[in-house]
């Protein structure tokens, strides 16, 4: 039996959930990233960061290389850019919303 579209997007997302693969993420944009790069970046401990990081391979959102004593992490495709880049206009266009409503807000609280 296979997984409805909707809900294979919801795990995807839910995989997403948590700020240092979202951190991870953002710094793997630039290109491919030795752990010890994303260690220091992030500042969590280094048993975290594996952890997260398994999270993300084991989903095939990263891929892992191994070069002599370092691991490097790189993002298996161009499309978790692209959605990172969108998840930021989202909440740039959220928050500038928040932004005018309390403005308008404080606005309505001046008194004649």
């Known amino acids: 039996m296979s997984v409805p579209l909707y809900q294979a997007k919801a795990e995807f997302f839910r995989m997403l959930g948590h700020p240092v693969r979202i951190r991870v ?4 944009q630039d290109g491919p990233t030795p752990v010890r790069d994303l260690l220091a970046a ?12 398994a999270v ?5 959102i990263v891929t892992s290389q191994r070069e002599g004593s370092t ?11 692209d959605l990172m880049r969108a998840a930021r206009r989202i909440l740039t266009e959220m928050l500038t919303g928040r932004h005018e409503l309390l403005a308008e807000l404080r606005g309505a609280e001046v008194t004649p």
């Open 71 to 81: 691991v490097v992490y790189e993002l298996a495709g161009g499309d978790v850019a």
């Open 25 to 28: 993420l953002e710094l793997l």
């Open 56 to 60: 993300l391979r084991r989903s095939g």
């Open 42 to 53: 992030i500042e969590v401990e280094p048993s975290a960061l594996s952890q997260q990081l």
